[in-house]
């Protein structure tokens, strides 16, 4: 990897104006730097205008082979609310754009991923539930984002954004936001052994 990335998103209407009639075109890019932050310069830019795929809120993640892995949502017509791509060079080009990932299911929200080395796991927290912003669960993969099994769920009641980070050897952090009533009440932080989502 280049050092550090960062996945952002864009949005350019299909005539290159915006008069606040046009429907959004979601796009993706990668921003690339590393000397610390000090400058950044861009990477792979994803803007497919076709509205199937409409990269949105996306997260990266370093595979053990160094390969990034790129997951975001989607609001498109595409069959499902999450898409991939992978990039074989540190994010400047992807080796395919973005595709629908229908197995993970869930409403369309942002999610997180995280890598694991020792246990080689790649890791998602989401929703689960199909319909609505609720039921946190942290999916691992063993196949590098291939396919996906529940690892944990963090309990059922309405959540949204999450984050996810490696605490030490045995410890993965989950940020998210959740509350009784909405999704929106409190940001929660919650600590998860690595036993748990093998």
Known sequence: MDGMSATTEHSVPPTGTDNGTEGRYDGGHCLLGGDDGASWRTGYVDTPG????????TTAAQLPD??????????????????????????RRFVRRFRPQAGLTGPVVQGSLLSLEGPDLLLYSGLADPAARALMTVRRSRDAGVTRQSAHTVDGLPAAYSDLVRIDDDTVGLLYETGDFSAYETITFRRIPVALLS
């Open 50 to 57: 076709d509205g199937y795929v409409s990269p949105d809120e």
């Open 66 to 91: 160094g390969r990034l892995h790129f997951n975001t949502r989607t609001d498109s017509t595409a069959p499902g609310v999450r898409a991939d791509a992978y990039s074989a060079d540190g994010g």
